[in-house]
Structures are given as structure tokens and as C-alpha cells.
């Protein structure tokens, strides 16, 4: 348990963080499942519109450090490609 004044600010610091990211991630997440399950329903319209809705929250998530850049941009290259062959 933190015994310090700034130690017990940081434990309340990093919950409100911790909720945020959450917020976050999960909202990512279910974006990048709408694009899967539209790819899988077989609609290229769907699936686009579902991709153009999920790329700013991929790459938001990859600015803010909730996941790495680099897998922000290989999530968003690797669901575009498959958009793409439908």
C-alpha cells in the first residue's frame, strides 16, 4: 500500500487511467470485431464502411499507447487487405 502523499496521488491517478484506457480499448475492439463480422457476412459495402469507422480509433489507440504503433498500422494494413479481396 503507498505510505507517501505522492504515492497515494499516483494510485488515484493511474485508476482514472486505467478506466479511460479501458473505455478505449474496448471501443477499439469492437470496431475491429464490426469489420471482421462484416467480412465474414461477405458485404464489401459493409465491410469498407465498418473499416473507414475503425481506422481513427485503431490509429488513436496506437498515438495514445494503448496498443503499439506498429501494430495500430499492421492491424489496419492487415483488415484493409482483407476488405479489399472480398
Known sequence: MANT???KKM????????EVNKVQRTRMRSH????????AG????????ALREAQP???IAGQQGF???N??????SRLTL???AL
Open 57 to 59: 480509433m485503431i490509429a
Open 5 to 7: 502523499r505522492s504515492a
Open 82 to 84: 482483407r476488405v479489399n
Open 67 to 69: 496498443i503499439h504503433k
Open 32 to 39: 475491429i470485431r464490426a469489420v471482421e463480422e462484416a467480412i
Open 42 to 49: 461477405g458485404d464489401k459495402a459493409v465491410a469498407s464502411a
Open 71 to 76: 501494430k495500430a498500422a499492421r492491424k489496419v
Open 11 to 18: 494510485v488515484r491517478k493511474i485508476a482514472r487511467r486505467t
